[in-house]
């Protein structure tokens, strides 16, 4: 052991340190989990810290793969993870990483579900685990359970606007995202600073991975037309009780705005720097890229690109990779991976053509390697129809170097039958056209498989069974494999039957072709279980027949007996059990040594939680040749504590873990503490990551990972995208519609721009910056002043294709004013304002204008020379004040100017009836 010189770390704290630790381990081998199932790949034992993982809704939860090279030579090998449709995860993908021999590496990786993901159901995740240099590769599953989680946020997308004009109601956003996966119902209350009418409460359900926007609307009262500043308080409270709150403000009304923040094209890219092993010998710093442009009709182009090492070691290989989309097509060229019939890494093109409204699709991909002279092609045809999917897929794979050429076409038919059946067949022929030195050949090779998923009332039935002939090209040449399970459940209970086969024959000419992984095994049992709403226990019977392939074939039998029970508490706790024993029957072993048994657990409540695992015996892949080998019987415990938080609004997120892990029989030791920290600057769109591990064994040794995340917008001088408006209002006293030096202009009028309010400055002009070429409309119907008026139509329509000015011209014209006169009955006490009372113009062409009435009741038009018929509207007034005249007259088409107009109110007298009481 290496000593750590440390002043916060010496010997004797270790030791006390690892003794605890230890004796932790020890003690929560009895809190069993389901048991995480160990693949052999070569002389690597490949695992997950949890075969099952719980997903609180489509918040990221942590596991990570674990890699032991017990060879004695180094290995390359990569990595892919499948999940369900939409779901995220966060991987270092398309790098090789190098294991020395005796070395353990735990790679991180984190997954979320999508928003619609159903909530207490479980998905499969796939683990691809490959070695591209022998040409190996395997698959480990994981069990995604994904609990309900509530996740919602309040915002107000424009928490500063404008008012409108005069007499027209406010109007400003809310927005109310759902990110978790159940519904929200959610409550919104107004508290503003002036005591506006605002509906006391609005109560509105938000779908799980949805936005709901909402438009508030304030009326245009004389409180609100008066004040300078509207300050709205919006809170949202949920079902829960989370509450969350936000500010609106609403200003007058300015002369100039921005609809963008640049004129120039903004390039949106997003840049990383990752540095590996930094601050060390070993340290390498790599720079990962994303750019995506958006374009019309919903197409975008987006670039992604991984370097080389920038600095210190050599890191993986590049990747770079661009994509098109559009709706008719999708188009990637650059790095490419496939792994389906054969494994590739490299260099090519892949295609998507949707057909006939989405019900055919064609896919093309062309790869070539980048290590070897290998090159891959495919193309698939899949007819989509109500019942189901029809799919005709074919591949060439190419291998000068070993002189193997090799073709194969599959036909696929997936349907179901019924609301409870599915199947699934595939058809499938290979060939081989070989030209080796010593071996020259051509053969032909078929492949068969078919599944079935089946319900009827109680019964269920799922079987699935795929067979190739030995000469079959790629990763499943001479392979058999079938899942059958057969049985009954009920409320509670369920019983069921299974067999599961996995064989791979010996392959004739095996000099010809590369080893392939075998491990023939077969399997029959009994499972028996009991649920409930939160909890559930499995009993599984079974006899296993095994043959590891190696040197020598090992022939094995071993008896099963497995119980496994988990347990939820609420929603933030659950606790998984499993123990499992066996009997196995090997040549050379005694009573004592022929049994296995293994234990393991975990325990987690909200973001922490502790698991551990035990294992005496032939629990793994691998094991039997160990003990023939050695001699020694297999003994195992591992565990790992684990910590995960999140601070300032989940703006901070750390991970702490703690793993330990002995081997009795080797005398292995390995402990080892991670820690992840990642912190989100929002506003200025920037992440940084922090990993830093330690590892105590014989060497000892610390790793820090670190990464620095920023989105850029950048601004690219010189090209535009965006253009501004300049609209100047000036009084043409000359009636030549031109702007002259010296003309007057008209200031505090105001006109509308697509339906944006400005008013114009001291100097007549309004500016509408940074806006996208187009056709604006321009509305003048609110810019009358006194006496003046648009020389031209109220509403006109301006291109913009550059920066341009517009000039508008205004004339002399009719101008009356008026005014509401209220008479008081006599000790009243009602209360009667002549703010904000509607006045109407109609001129005799049917043209209207309107008006509100000031704190005195006063008003006033400009409008051109006619007669007109005026109105004021008393909908708003009490049933006790009457108008005595609601429609007057304005003649202006002989004379420019009248007398004020006058409508009289008057309050009604309070009638009071007096009846006489009878004899």
Not at 47 to 64: K, P
Not at 868 to 885: L, P
Not at 895 to 904: D, H, N, S, V
Request: with cysteine; hydrophobic share 35%.
């Amino acid at each position: 052991m290496v000593k750590d010189n440390s002043p916060f770390f010496d010997i004797k704290t270790y030791r006390l340190w690892y003794f605890c630790i230890f004796i932790a381990v020890q003690l929560t081998t009895s809190l069993a989990y389901s048991q995480n199932s160990v693949k052999k790949i070569s002389s690597l034992d490949v695992s997950l810290l949890r075969d099952t993982l719980t997903l609180e809704g489509n918040a990221f939860s942590f596991n990570n793969i674990r890699v032991n090279n017990t060879g004695q030579i180094s290995r390359t090998f990569n990595i892919d993870l499948e999940l369900p449709s939409d779901w995220s995860k966060i991987i270092e993908l398309q790098k090789l990483f190098t294991i020395q021999p005796g070395e353990t590496l735990i790679i991180p990786f984190r997954i979320a579900a999508s928003p619609g993901s159903q909530s207490d159901k479980s998905y499969n995740a796939t683990l691809k685990f490959s070695m591209p240099n022998e040409n190996l590769s395997e698959t480990l599953t994981m069990v995604c359970l994904v609990k309900s989680r509530s996740a919602w946020k309040m915002t107000l997308p424009n928490n500063s606007i404008l008012k409108q004009v005069t007499g027209e109601n406010a109007i400003f956003p809310v927005l109310l995202r759902n990110s978790g996966s159940v519904p929200e119902q959610i409550s919104l209350n107004f508290k503003d600073n002036i005591g506006l009418n605002i509906p006391d409460m609005l109560n509105v359900t938000v779908p799980p991975g949805s936005d709901t926007l909402l438009q508030v609307s304030i009326p245009a009262d004389d409180r609100f037309q008066n004040a300078r500043e509207v300050r709205i308080i919006v809170e949202a409270s949920s079902k829960s009780k989370d509450k969350q709150s936000a500010e609106q403000l609403i200003s007058a009304l300015n002369s100039s705005l921005r609809a963008n923040k640049t004129p120039w094209f903004n390039l949106p890219l997003t840049l990383e720097v990752v540095g590996q092993n930094a601050f060390s010998a070993g340290e390498t710093y790599t720079m990962n890229g994303q750019l995506t442009l958006g374009f019309k009709n919903e197409r975008d182009v987006s670039m992604n690109y991984q370097s080389e090492s920038l600095y210190g070691a050599r890191g993986g290989q590049s990747f770079i990779q661009a994509l098109y989309r559009s709706k008719g097509l999708t188009l990637s060229a650059g790095d490419q991976t496939g792994f389906k019939n054969f494994q590739m890494i490299g260099y090519g093109v892949r295609g998507t053509i949707p057909l006939r409204n989405k019900t055919q699709e064609i896919q093309v991909s062309a790869i070539k390697s980048k290590q070897y002279s290998t090159s891959q092609f495919t193309y698939q045809h899949q007819f989509t129809t109500k019942k189901g999917s029809f799919t005709i897929e074919n591949f060439g794979f190419l291998d000068p170097d070993k002189g193997i050429n090799s073709y194969i076409s599959e036909l696929m038919l997936k349907s179901s039958l019924g609301k409870n059946t599915t199947f699934g067949l595939l058809q499938a022929g290979g060939f081989e056209d070989i030209d080796q030195p010593v071996f020259s050949d051509r053969r032909l090779s078929s492949r068969t498989a078919f599944q079935l998923n089946s319900k009827y009332k109680s019964l269920f039935i799922r079987s699935s069974t795929d067979r190739s002939s030995k000469y079959y090209p790629g990763f499943n040449k001479g392979l058999f494999t079938s899942t059958n399970d057969i049985g009954v459940t009920g409320k509670v209970q369920s019983l069921s039957a299974f067999a599961n086969i996995n064989y791979r024959g010996a392959i004739p000419d095996s000099g010809i072709y590369e080893a392939l992984l075998s491990l023939n095994s077969k399997e029959y049992g009994l499972k028996y279980g009991l649920s409930g709403k939160t909890w559930s226990n499995f009993l599984t019977a079974s006899y296993l027949n095994q043959t590891e392939a190696g040197a020598d074939s090992i022939k094995s039998g071993t008896y099963k007996l497995g119980l496994a029970m988990n347990k939820r508490f609420g929603q933030s706790a659950f606790l998984n059990l499993a123990v499992n024993a066996g009997k196995i029957s090997l040549p050379g072993l005694d009573s004592v040594k022929s049994t296995s048994f293994n234990s393991s657990g975990t325990f987690q409540r909200k973001n922490v939680g502790i698991n551990a695992r035990y294992e005496y015996g032939f629990s793994q892949l691998g094991d039997i040749n160990t003990f023939l080998r050695t001699g020694q019987i297999p003994k195992r415990l591992n565990g790992n504590i684990f910590i995960e938080n999140s601070l300032f609004n989940k703006n901070l997120q750390f991970r702490n873990q703690g793993d330990f892990n002995l081997n009795y029989s080797s005398n292995d030791k390995n402990f080892s503490l991670r820690s992840d920290i990642i912190f989100n600057l929002r506003k200025s769109y920037t992440q940084f990551k922090l990993s830093y591990l330690r590892t105590f064994n014989n060497i000892g040794s610390s790793n820090i990972n670190l990464s620095i995340r920023k989105n850029l917008n950048l601004p690219l001088p010189g090209i535009r995208k965006f253009e501004t408006m300049e609209v100047v209002l000036f009084k043409d006293l000359n009636a030549d519609s031109v702007y002259n030096e010296g003309d007057e202009v008209l200031p505090g009028a105001t006109i509308r721009i697509n339906g944006k309010s400005f008013i114009s400055d001291e100097k007549g002009k309004i500016f509408y910056r940074n806006v996208s070429r187009g056709v604006y409309d321009l509305d003048l119907t609110l810019s009358a002043q006194k006496s003046w008026v648009p020389r031209t139509a109220f509403r006109q329509s301006v291109e913009v294709n550059k920066e341009t000015n517009i000039f508008i011209p205004f004339k002399k014209t009719a101008f009356f004013t008026g005014k509401v006169i209220v008479n008081r009955a006599l000790n009243s006490t009602k209360t009667f304002s002549l703010e904000n009372i509607k006045i109407m113009a109609v001129s005799s062409k049917g043209e209207t204008f309107t008006t509100l009435t000031t704190q005195n009741g006063s008003f006033s038009f400009s409008v051109p020379e006619d007669r007109y018929e005026v109105r004021i509207f008393s909908s708003s007034f009490d049933s006790s004040f009457q108008v005595s005249e609601s429609v007057l007259y304005a003649d202006l088409a002989s004379q420019a100017e009248i007398k004020p107009l006058e409508f009289i109110i008057t309050e009604q007298k309070r009638q009071i009836n007096i009846r006489k009481a009878g004899p």
